[in-house]
């Protein structure tokens, strides 16, 4: 079944491979617009407050908390090692001794402690990560160019990546996931996997030693499908077996960027350059 689905896809019309992924594209631009993702603590500045044992009940603490009109964000967080403990979130102008002494009459034997983050070190994170992700762009769209030195194909794997990425953030503002900067590491690593895939591919199309484009096609995306279900699998796994929450958001990251990236790359850059080398034939 699934060959013949790949085997369809090879000889699909190049103009509909192009235009339902950048549809795609342009409704997640739009959920961005209507919706960014939350930006984390790390990034938009706060306190986070953590309970340790004192058997702490997030919801309890969640109750506790907004009866007394505070605006706080509370969950339960499981680390690697399976502690649990409590965390509460909330902005920079609340009162953190008096959610620090309610806590503490509730859960007397627990261990609480405090992190701030200051707007001016919360700017400087947004800044930095900015940075990062402009620059591994640049740094890929640099090797890229130089590998394929062909403006059509160079800037059709650019923009795969930069689709994963805007779909990727598209589901995060869907699913509630948090802009961090864990996940913003997950980002960045998704450009190497899309520029991996994409690479194969404009490669076998490109250089191919088969007859047809359809054939080398066909013989890209089987080996493509095999990498890319290899690592989707192992993610799926992480993110059902972690108890670490950092961990489960980067895994989830990955997963909703890896499912783009079939698209945009056996779809989206399958057409593009299935349409460039037929122009390039008919000349």
């Not at 890319?228 to 958001?249: K, N, P, R, Y």
């Amino acid at each position: 079944m699934l060959e013949n689905t790949l085997k369809k896809l090879a000889t699909a019309d190049p103009k509909k491979m192009i235009t339902y992924p950048l549809i795609v594209f342009l409704v997640a631009l739009l959920i961005l617009v209507i919706h960014f993702p939350t930006l984390g603590t790390d990034l938009k500045g706060g306190v986070v407050i953590t309970i340790h044992g004192g058997n702490a009940d997030a919801k309890d603490v969640e109750s506790l908390l907004k009866a007394e009109n505070f605006e706080v964000t509370v969950r339960e967080i499981k680390s690697i090692t399976g502690d649990t403990r409590v965390e509460v979130r909330a902005s920079t102008d609340v009162n953190v001794q008096r959610i620090i002494e309610l806590i503490k009459s509730k859960y007397p034997d627990a261990t609480i402690s405090q992190t701030q983050f200051g707007p001016s070190l919360s700017r400087t994170a947004q800044e930095q990560s900015l940075k990062a992700i402009s620059l591994a762009f640049l740094g890929m769209a640099v090797v890229v160019f130089l590998f394929f030195r062909v403006p059509v194909p160079s800037l059709t794997v650019i923009f795969s990546a930069l689709s994963d990425m805007v779909i990727a953030l598209a589901l995060m503002s869907i699913f509630g996931l948090e802009l961090t900067q864990a996940t913003i590491a997950a980002l960045l690593m998704l450009i190497g996997y899309s520029v991996d895939s994409n690479i194969l591919l404009t490669t076998k199309l490109l250089r191919r030693k088969e007859d047809t484009v359809e054939e080398a096609y066909f013989s890209a995306v089987s080996t493509g499908f095999t990498m890319s279900t290899t690592t989707l699998g192992a993610l799926a796994s992480l993110w059902a077996i972690s108890q670490a929450e950092v961990i489960d958001m980067i895994a989830a990251v990955l997963i909703f960027g890896l499912l783009a990236d079939f698209m945009n790359t056996w779809i989206l850059n399958a057409g593009v350059l299935r349409w460039y080398i037929q122009r390039g034939e008919k000349k």
